[in-house]
């Protein structure tokens, strides 16, 4: 690694496209597991002008009116201002959800089938996915990142308690950090563009947006008079949301993960149930990466496990303290194994999934957030043990 670079991460809003996509679905998710915890979920959401298309497979008990449920979505956002042309009480919705193949279901339940090796839950899907934790943040997370989504966060907050009214939903955020050997030190330059009213002036919006969004959530010790800060840079941003661009499931997931400083193995989490391993294992290897961390074995950990579809196993766990680990990083990786099951009916109870928890998730990050039950730092004691 070079001994001073600079790495950057992005974070987008809940008014943005596929963000407001994710949110649709994730609200159908949770609505599902309101009344049918069993409940069998991959729901992907189109936005478009006025109009929201849900696409997927849902196998449930639950009795969904999903327009109801897409519209207190979209609400909930904020889109809901006369000239508005996605509204949530105008726009129009088609729904294209079917049941999940009968096929796939049989490889997840937890019963024998013809052909399939176990009668134990297996795998939604084969693939791949990533867990990383460091030390930089109290979150454990990349810096690039969490400034990032506090930028987002601080911005929706001053939005929907309307300090200012010409804010809209849609924006994104930016943050450069320069690191010196392993240590991020400086943010380099700061981008915001957010949406607004057609009456405000740019000078106005740069001027609030650098002193109550960035001066107010950044730490000052790590700007100065060089730090650059690029504010709507277009200069105007009024045609926004879904009216601007098409938004779609799923698009974000490395806004939603690490900001690319850690790896992805590339599946959407957002509108599927935890019987789904892209969402679920994701979940699982952060938080072991997490306790990895936090039990002082190692300064950051990075972990990929692998899945075939309808068995309940991995067939890969992999454990990199990219040279921070405290012991053989061999020790580690064999006291996971100990600590942890991987199994995916193992990790639905352990993380306590089936349970409307995922609107949560949906906006800044799907890390970080202390109320998350894979954010929980409470088997560090048991890896301790494990290691001897």
């Known amino acids: 690694m070079s001994s001073s670079f600079v790495f950057s991460s992005e974070s987008v809003g809940e008014g943005h496209p596929d963000k407001v996509s994710d949110f649709i679905s994730d609200s159908v998710l949770d609505a599902c597991l309101e009344q049918d915890p069993a409940s069998r979920v991959a729901c992907e959401t189109l936005v478009k002008s006025n109009h929201v298309v849900l696409a997927g497979e849902i196998t449930t008990n639950a009795v969904i009116n999903y327009e109801a449920v897409v519209r207190e979505a979209v609400r909930d956002i904020g889109y809901v201002n006369d000239d508005d042309v996605f509204h949530a009480d105008k726009v129009f919705i088609t729904n294209l959800l079917t049941k999940q193949s009968s096929d796939i279901a049989q490889g997840v339940d937890a019963k024998a089938a013809e052909g399939k090796d176990t009668a134990e839950q297996g795998a939604g899907d084969q693939g791949l996915m990533f867990g990383y934790a460091c030390n930089e943040t109290p979150e454990m ?47 380099e330059n700061v981008v915001i563009s957010t949406q607004h009213t057609a009456h405000v002036q740019h000078a106005a919006i740069r001027e609030f947006l650098i002193e109550n969004v960035i001066r107010k959530v950044l730490p000052d010790e790590m700007m100065d008079k060089d730090t650059s800060f690029y504010i709507n840079p277009t200069g105007r941003f009024v045609v926004g949301g879904p ?20 790896r992805h193995g590339g599946g959407a989490f957002s509108g599927k149930d935890p019987s789904k391993v892209d969402r679920s294992a994701a979940y699982m290897c952060r938080w072991v990466a997490k306790n990895i961390v936090a039990s002082g074995l190692a300064e950051i950990c990075e ?6 579809i309808g068995y309940p196993q991995p067939v890969s766990i992999w454990v990199d303290a990219m040279g921070t680990a405290k012991v053989p990083e061999e020790r580690i990786s064999e006291a996971v194994r100990k600590v942890f099951s991987f199994k995916p009916a193992d990790i639905i109870r352990d993380l306590d999934l089936l349970r409307p928890i995922y609107r949560k998730t949906t906006n800044y990050g799907h890390f970080g957030k202390a109320e998350l039950p894979w954010e929980q ?4 004691k048991e890896l301790l043990a494990a290691v001897g």
């Open 141 to 187: 997370m990349p810096t690039a990142i969490m400034f990032a989504h506090r930028l987002g966060r601080e911005l929706t907050k001053l939005r929907k308690s309307r300090v200012v009214e010409w804010l809209r939903p849609d924006a994104k955020s930016q943050v450069s950090i320069r690191y010196e050997g392993d240590k991020p030190v400086r943010i």
């Open 243 to 262: 009216e601007g661009d098409s938004g779609l499931t799923g698009r974000k997931i490395i806004v939603d993960t690490y900001g690319g400083w850690g």
């Open 303 to 308: 972990l990929q496990v692998a899945y075939a």
């Open 377 to 380: 730092t409470n088997r560090t």
